[in-house]
């Protein structure tokens, strides 16, 4: 009887034994797969984390060994056998500085890096510290606080912290030696790359509490068995797949078009003869080549194409990418500098020829590439089927050409320069003519997506409407000049600007077009080809209604305004008073001003024309798509005086913002 108990008690105490040790082998996977969220910032053309490295596991789920005391520490350098810790051995410190690795986890193929990152290489390093100036990089790297004071040889106090521009937030974590010693927490910041330099050094970075400067493994030597941090940059689809890359709010391939189909698998024709080069311009037919024929150059430059294959209704471009508007390549000159420094970072860094300036001095033509768009020189074929320019120039297809040449500081809409980089306008260049049936580079630009929210049963979207052609690909005239918006106003024709524009000819305040979006005047709403990209429409009347009753009618203004950039104003007693709104919403409506009017008379009749801006920062007006009657539609308008939404109505020739709701 007893026996038989025992067993029972055997049996059962196994059993739960192994229901235990099961429970335990499922927790552990399901803790493994957990895959932590990191934050972190674009940087120029790369993404870091914003915090160091803080992991106990490799990619695969292996323990990286934990090892506190000095000697085995040595002895895990010596065998190269990968190792972590905290500075100290204190778990506080790794709560705000994170782990210390030595290189033979950086190292090792298991992996140390989460999904989706890697540990930076030298060379990637030297991206970052370029795009921040330099050897100065440091400052804007470092932490606004926590690194330690000093004093200078005069005795007088100074502070090791940075501005932290950059966001990288840099922190004083210290690091540990071969030794298995620790040193200068609070003092110093040492992260590794993933490049080695010999069998005992790999490459890293330091920053140091008494100077901005970003130093490397030239400053002193830091060998692979010594803890330091790891700070991971995303896998960047620049760098490794070549395809495409974000430059401020757009997204360009970061190669030329190589396609020999349309997108409907149609092949388009492949001519090399000149002759038939030159027929085919003339008959307004699509082809392609490759620079002097040659495969070679096809492998590095992509293919040239005649107009006639770009504009082809099958669609040349991939399925997701279009080919750059004029406005979209002002966008990305103005985000890079403008016209005194884009082409310097637009231009890849080899391949271009030297030149000689006007004292006969040779002058090295490359850029440095820190937009990571990759311009290669790749030359054109002119409509005769000759071929020039090539390690000269390289020219792109848009709505307009762009036009980058060896001795450039600029990206071109039909500019150049000469040897003194003098800018000058031109519309046909006669060293390089450009017509339909040239053969040029292209260059794709994804289609933009729309951020949208629920409010209600409506769906809006987030930002201004900011397009430059109609949903049918045409493009909608920009009017910018006083002259230009006028004569659209008297003839009814659509027409966009930015606020601001026109005070000089040719003008473009791109800078408030990348903050508050397009002006349209009220006859691009109402175009037949379509304002709003697919799924989307312009909002009636009565829909801005069913917005305001849903927000309240007291304080739907409040919560549509954005938390910055409203003026301003004093109330009637004088008090002054905040602008801002709360933005519940969510719609982040920004004070965008508007194009006002002046009268003109005509048959008896006065009648407004915008000629002028108003308000910005002070107002933001929203067409609908309702018209009140022949020369008037309806708006909606917020102020930095009130918490409401307005419902006003304006001459048509008004320019104003357009937030589009869903289909």
């Known amino acids: 009887m007893e026996d038989s108990e025992n067993k029972s008690i055997i049996s059962t105490g196994s059993s739960n034994l192994a229901k235990t040790e099961k429970l335990l082998s499922i927790t552990q996977k399901i803790l493994s797969e957990i895959k932590p969220k990191y934050e972190s910032v674009r940087i120029g053309n790369q993404e870091w984390m914003t915090r160091n490295l803080d992991v106990d596991r490799f990619r695969n789920g292996d323990l990286i060994p934990h090892i506190e005391s000095d000697k085995e520490w040595e002895e895990a350098g010596k065998n190269g056998q990968p190792a972590w810790c905290y500075y100290d ?21 298991r992996g140390l890096a989460p999904e989706g990152y890697h540990i930076p290489t030298d060379e990637e390093w030297s991206i970052l510290e370029e795009f921040l100036g330099g050897k100065i990089a440091g400052g804007s790297m470092k932490s606004i606080e926590d690194w330690g004071k000093w004093s200078d040889e005069f005795g007088r106090p100074r502070n090791g912290n940075g501005s932290n521009s950059s966001s990288f937030n840099g922190l004083p974590g210290g690091s540990r030696g071969s030794d298995g010693k620790f040193y200068n927490i609070k003092n110093e910041a040492f992260f590794w790359s993933a490049s080695s330099k010999n069998d005992s050094i ?40 070549k395809i495409n890359g974000e430059i401020g709010n757009q997204k360009w391939m970061t190669r030329n078009l190589d396609v020999d189909c349309f997108r409907n698998g149609d092949l388009i024709p492949h001519i090399e003869s000149d002759e038939e080069w030159k027929k085919a311009g003339e008959n307004g037919q699509p082809a392609w080549c490759y620079f002097n024929n040659d495969s070679k ?36 000159e103005e985000f890079l500098g403008g016209k005194d420094f884009a082409s310097y970072k637009l231009k890849s860094v080899e391949g271009w020829d030297d030149w000689k300036d006007k004292n006969g001095k040779i002058q090295n033509t490359n850029g440095n590439n820190l937009s990571g768009f990759n311009a290669l020189p790749g030359g054109l074929r002119k409509d005769d089927g000759s071929f020039e320019g090539i390690n000269l120039n390289a020219i792109f297809w848009g709505i307009k050409y762009r036009f980058i040449k060896e001795d450039s500081v600029y990206p071109f809409n039909f500019y150049l320069t000469d040897t003194d980089n003098d800018i000058y306008r031109l519309i046909i260049d006669q060293q390089y003519p450009v017509n ?23 769906e809006w979207m987030t930002k201004n409407l900011d397009v430059d052609c109609f949903r049918n690909g045409d493009l909608i005239p920009y009017r910018g000049s006083k002259e230009d918006w006028e004569e659209a106003a008297l003839n009814g024709q659509p027409g966009w600007c930015y606020y601001g524009d026109g005070y000089d000819y040719g003008c473009r305040n791109i800078k408030n077009g990348m903050i508050y979006g397009k002006l349209y005047n009220w006859f691009a709403v109402n175009d037949l080809r379509g304002l709003a990209p697919k799924g989307w ?16 009618e007291d304080s739907a203004g ?26 519940s919403s969510g719609l982040n409506c920004l004070p965008s001003g508007y194009r006002g009017k002046i009268r003109y008379f005509d048959k008896g009749n006065f009648f407004n024309v915008c000629e002028y801006f108003y308000e910005i920062n002070y107002c933001a007006y929203f067409w609908s798509a309702t018209e009140r009657d022949n020369y008037n539609a309806f708006y909606r308008e917020l102020n930095s005086f009130s918490n409401t939404l307005k419902r006003e109505s304006a001459s048509k020739s008004f320019g104003a913002t357009i937030r589009l709701i869903r289909d």
């Not at 051995?89 to 193929?109: Q, R």
């Not at 008494?210 to 030239?218: A, E, G, M, V």
């Not at 339909?436 to 409506?458: D, H, M, T, V």
């Not at 429409?537 to 309240?552: C, F, I, M, Q, R």
């Open 537 to 552: 429409h312009v909002p009636t009347d009565k829909e801005l209604s069913e917005l305001e009753a849903y927000l309240g």
């Open 89 to 109: 051995n204190d778990p506080e410190n790794g709560k705000k500085y994170g782990k210390l690795y030595n290189w033979h986890a950086v190292n090792d193929s």
């Open 202 to 241: 790999a490459f890293y970075r330091n920053l140091f509490f008494k100077t901005d400067i970003l130093f490397s493994t030239n400053f002193k030597n830091f060998l692979k068995s010594g803890g330091s941090s790891v700070r991971c940059c995303k896998v960047d689809i620049v760098t490794n797949f």
């Open 297 to 332: 150059n096809g492998k590095k430059y992509g293919k040239l194409y005649n107009w006639f294959a770009v504009n082809d209704p099958r669609e040349l471009t991939p399925e997701g990418w279009k080919v750059p508007t004029d406005d979209e390549w002002d966008i990305l």
């Open 558 to 583: 409040f919560k549509l305004k954005s938390k910055e950039k409203w003026g301003h104003s004093e109330d009637d007693n004088g008090n002054i008073q905040n602008g801002n709104g709360d933005n």
């Open 436 to 458: 339909k049936s040239s053969g040029l580079s292209l260059r794709c630009i994804a289609k933009p997506k729309f951020e949208s929210l629920k409010i209600g049963n409506q």
